[in-house]
């Protein structure tokens, strides 16, 4: 079983700011990396699948990279908007199994 | 513009079997591009996936839930149900139901993500 693991649990920016989120994976997903938003009583937004690619509507702001086992989405202009929870989920496994990571609060300075 | 939209009792006992489900509008749930699944979210913790559908009938089952669980469609309704049995408090979450957004190629399905959600719903397991 693949366990995926989130750094930081908490992650504090000021609007404006750059944050980086990391995901890694217990062994090796290759690219099979999606990441997602979710903002408190809301539903999960889908952000990045591949790894790198943007899902439909997304802004560029967001941009996710990495391979293998460690992978990043950045933000690279926090907006007032960008604050919320993020996952990462894994499906190489797929269909037999998809896991998400904790995830990582991110919330303002 | 494809919705979903989560139904179902917003409390069950404990022992006994949650039933929800989960009504397509804007699109077809028959469509061989989509694959359909369940996620559930307990109160303050992470996201979990339960299970999986394509409009043929193929599921696929979280191995920790497998026991308990049963996903169904029904394509003459534009619906797929999710029914998870003898319950306990552990169970208590929100329920979402989803599309996957993928391709299918030959026999095969690339899965890419979840890209359409619904909003959700509470259910809570208690006597």
């Known amino acids: 079983e693949i366990v995926m693991t989130q750094s930081p649990a908490t992650l504090s920016v000021s609007p404006g700011e750059r944050a980086t989120l990391s995901c890694r994976a217990s062994?090796?997903?290759?690219?099979?990396l999606a990441w997602y938003q979710q903002k408190p009583g809301q539903a999960p937004r889908l952000l990045i699948y591949g790894a790198s690619t943007r899902a439909t509507g997304i802004p560029a702001r967001f941009s996710g990279s990495g391979s293998g086992t460690e992978f990043t989405l950045t933000i690279s202009s926090l907006q007032s908007e960008d604050f919320a929870v993020y996952y990462c989920q894994q499906y190489n496994n797929w269909p037999r199994r998809l896991t998400f990571g904790p995830g990582t609060k991110v919330d303002i300075k | 513009q494809l919705q979903l939209q989560e139904s179902g009792p917003g409390l069950v006992k404990p022992s006994e079997t949650l039933s929800l489900t989960c009504t397509v509008s804007?699109?077809?749930?028959?469509?061989?591009?989509?694959?359909w699944g369940w996620i559930r979210q307990p109160p303050g913790k992470g996201l979990e996936w339960i299970g999986s559908?394509?409009?043929?009938?193929?599921?696929y089952y979280n191995p920790s839930l497998k026991s308990r669980v049963t996903i169904s469609v029904d394509t003459s309704k534009n619906q797929f149900s999710l029914k998870l049995s003898s319950v306990t408090a552990a169970d208590t979450a929100v329920y979402y139901c989803?599309?996957?957004?993928?391709?299918?190629?030959?026999?095969?399905?690339?899965?890419?993500?979840?890209?359409?959600w619904g909003q959700g719903t509470t259910v809570t397991v208690s006597s």
């Open positions: 062994q090796s997903v290759s690219s099979n």
């Open positions: 804007g699109g077809s749930i028959s469509s061989s591009s989509y694959y």
């Open positions: 989803a599309k996957y957004l993928g391709s299918s190629w030959y026999s095969h399905y690339y899965y890419y993500g979840m890209d359409v």
């Open positions: 559908i394509y409009y043929s009938g193929s599921t």
